[in-house]
Structures are given as C-alpha cells and as structure tokens.
C-alpha cells in the first residue's frame, strides 16, 4: 500500500475514530499525540488490506473510502463479493494484533480508500494510556463476538435445513434410505433399553415392473407416490414411513408387537388394494397392490437382522400370491 503521510499532516479528527470516540479533552491529546506520527496509507479499489492466513500486527481505521470482509473465488484469485463493510471510523485487524494469531478473513479495499495504519505496540501503549480506548475496543470485541455468533446461529440453520432436506425423498416425500441407515439402529437400541416393542413392515409393490411398461414410468412415479400417501395416511404420529429403495418400502412402528404390527400392516394392504390411483385422470387404470412382510424385534437383534426378517416375511407374501401380509 501506497504511504501518504503522517496522521498529523491531515485534516482528519480524532474524535470521528471509533475507537477514541467518548473520551476526555485531556486524554484525547494524549492519545493524538501517540498517534500523530502514525502513518496514513492508500488502499486502492480491489488491494487486500489484510489476508487471511497471515499474521499481521497492525490496526487499520479507515478514514475515507471503505473496506470489506471477502472472498477470494478459488481459481482466479479475484474478489468475488463483499459481506461485511468497514466505513469511515471504523478499524480492521484488531483481534490479530491482541492475540497475535492470524487474520481469520481476507479485507480488501471497497472503493479508493485511505487508511491509519497503527502498528501493535502503539495500539498497546493506547491501551495502556487511557481507559477509554480499552473501553472502546472491550466494546468492539462484544460486538464482534456477538455478530460472529449469530453468523454462526444462522449457518447452522442452514446447515440443518440441508440436512433435514437430505433426508427426504424427492420422489414420495417419506424418509429416505439415509435418514433410515440414521435412525433405526437408534430405535433398536432404544427398543433393547428400554424393553420395548418395535415392529417393522417392508412394503414391496407388487408387479411394479409390468405397471411401468404397461402406463409408462412418470404414470409409475404416481403410482409409487400414491403408495406412500396411503402408508403415511394410515400411520399414527408416532410411526414412521420411509422409502427403503425403488419400489419398495418400510414402516417403522415403535412400541407395537407382532399382533398390533399385523393389524397395521393388514390395514394398510387393504387400504392400498382400495386407492384409487389415478382419480382425476378419466383413464381407467388398475389399481396397484402391495405385499407385507412383518418382523418384530427380538432379544439380541440388530437393525439388520430385523430388516433381514422383514425381508424373508416380504418373500413369503410375494410367494404366497401377492397382495397379503405374511410374517
Ligand atoms: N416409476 C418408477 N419405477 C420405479 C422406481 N423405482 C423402481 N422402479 C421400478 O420398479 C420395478 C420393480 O421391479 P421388480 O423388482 O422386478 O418387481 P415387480 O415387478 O414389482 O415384481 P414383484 O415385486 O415380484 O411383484 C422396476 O421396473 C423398477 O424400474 C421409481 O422411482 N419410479
């Protein structure tokens, strides 16, 4: 950066720096007479004033122009945007120069900008010297931390909107294999603890391939979306409906046992024999089926097992002719 001039040989105030502001005519002589022979520097449009990674020992106040916290796009090395802006008064760097660690983000230079540049051991003799400075930068820091703070609040709520999205499927709105893989062996330890039920239905359409050749596979998307309205209409609260993979799919249900299981999982067969798929449609369509396989857990069981035996119960009802609960 471009040296200009002493800090003395400018028109500009102390008492419009943050950092001095609210601070006794006695003490401010003081502190103008510290920082008089400090020098002021030009940072021109796009220049980095202070680069992430790298130490740096000094504070800069912006005096005229403007600085912004940004970044730096990966390939070109160019700024790509401006978040945050220091206006005139305003000071950058300082959190480096008290922990002497590195910058934790990239400021460039706004517009044109000039700048007081206050090495560290001067900004410690203004510290030391008077109680208003201290009291100033105490303030600084709260606010710092308090806007980092709710930076961070925000990216987290973010973060679990994503997560929360990922762990729906696009296609039926029902939990997907994730979200499973997550939480099931969860419930099984929590079924083992606490000496409770835990009952599981794989649903499986039945001749779902043919239902795709035949209507077409945006006709099958509907199918399989009707499906999964009719297993999440016929579910308490408490239950859960997930899509395990294509056309098959499981209903988790905490705390029942293999004869409320059967009961739900009957429920749901003759439920899903009687929608109706396409209603608003006016093409006489068949409806589509499905086949239950029903497991309850048992001592010593891990989510797999229980899945495995969900699974052996779905081939006995695909054996047995289709659209029929078997366990
Ligand atoms: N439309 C549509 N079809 C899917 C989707 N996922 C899987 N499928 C189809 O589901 C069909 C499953 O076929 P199969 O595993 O042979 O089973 P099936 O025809 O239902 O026969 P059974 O299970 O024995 O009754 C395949 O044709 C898959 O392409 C999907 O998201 N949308």
Redesign the pocket.
Known sequence: MEQLMRFKATNYRIEDIHLFRDITEENRKLIADIVKDCLVVKACAGQVVLDANSAGAKLFIVLRGALGVTRLTEQSNQLENTITQFLPGECVGEISVLDEEIHSATISAISDSELLLIEAETLWRLIDESNGVARNLLQLLSFRIRAANAQIRSRQKVGEFYRQLSMVDG?TGLHNRAWLNAQLPGMVQHAHATAAALSIIMV??????????EHG?????D??QTAAKVLNAGLRPSDFAARY???EMMVILPGANHKSALGVAQRLCNRLGKTKVFIDRHKPLPHITG?FGVATLSDEQDSNALISCADAALYRA?ANG?NQVAS
Do not use: I
């Open positions: 296609l499986d359409l039945d001749h779902f391939k043919r239902f795709n050749d596979h945006l006709l099958g998307d199918a399989l993979g294509g056309e086949s695909k289709r």
